[in-house]
């Protein structure tokens, strides 16, 4: 069974430039994670969909990430303008149900910003 | 304060040995606790699930104090593939909480 999918892999951009994330939960997993990673840090939830809807995005920065999940299954991460402090590991995630259940994770996205 | 702490690590021990992680946490509503296992440049994925009676896996022993709100992680007879950072997570309703994680180094 394919894991989640990620990509691209790798993104370098240059600060006030826009960059998109794109991620494929596993098939049949109703409920989606996009998670910051910064360098020395744990993970921390940007926002978690349930099929389309996005039931809690409460730590995505709204003036310059923007998500969707248009079809409740693939998703996109934008960020728009870029700041050096963007550059981390951003990484999605995905459950079966409510999340409550084992979340797995893609290979993630190491933007850099410069 | 940070929800999950961690030891600071990192730890560098023989192949072998015995080595212990320690965690606590701060939210005593929190429902579910479980370390991953993040190699350099990977994703985390399960180690395994903790519970109030303790649990093993192999080499592997969690335990948890939910009066202490402390989490722990032995592994024994350290191999060299279990070099990696291990995340102490608690959820607390939907979301997962990360430790930023402690690193492990085994050396032969």
């Known amino acids: 069974e394919a894991g989640v999918v990620q990509s691209p892999r790798y993104k370098i951009i240059e600060k006030k430039q826009p960059v998109a994330f794109w991620c494929n939960p596993i098939s049949g997993h109703n409920t989606l994670y996009w998670y910051l990673q910064n360098l020395g840090q744990g993970p921390e939830l940007l926002i978690r969909y349930e099929n389309e809807e996005a039931v809690d995005d409460s730590q995505l920065p709204k003036d310059r990430f923007s998500a969707e999940r248009l079809k409740g299954v693939d998703s996109t991460l934008k960020i728009q303008p870029a700041e050096l402090g963007d550059s981390a590991v951003y990484l999605c995630a995905s459950s079966l149900g409510k999340g409550t259940d084992t979340q797995y994770f893609g290979p993630g996205t190491r933007l850099t910003v410069l | 304060r940070k929800e999950v702490e961690q030891d600071p690590g990192p730890f560098n021990v023989p192949e072998g040995a015995t080595v212990a992680f320690n965690c606590t946490y701060s939210?005593?509503?929190?429902?579910?606790f479980f370390w991953y296992r993040q190699d350099c440049r990977k994703e985390p994925k399960l180690l395994m699930s903790v519970y109030s009676s303790g649990n093993e896996d192999g080499r592997f022993t969690a335990q948890l104090n939910r009066a202490s709100q402390y989490i722990s992680l032995l592994i024994r007879d350290s191999k060299l593939s279990d070099s990696a950072t291990y995340l102490c997570v608690v959820r607390s309703g939907y979301a997962l909480n990360f430790g930023k994680g402690t690193s492990l180094l085994v050396t032969p």
């Open positions: 939210n005593s509503a929190s429902q579910s």
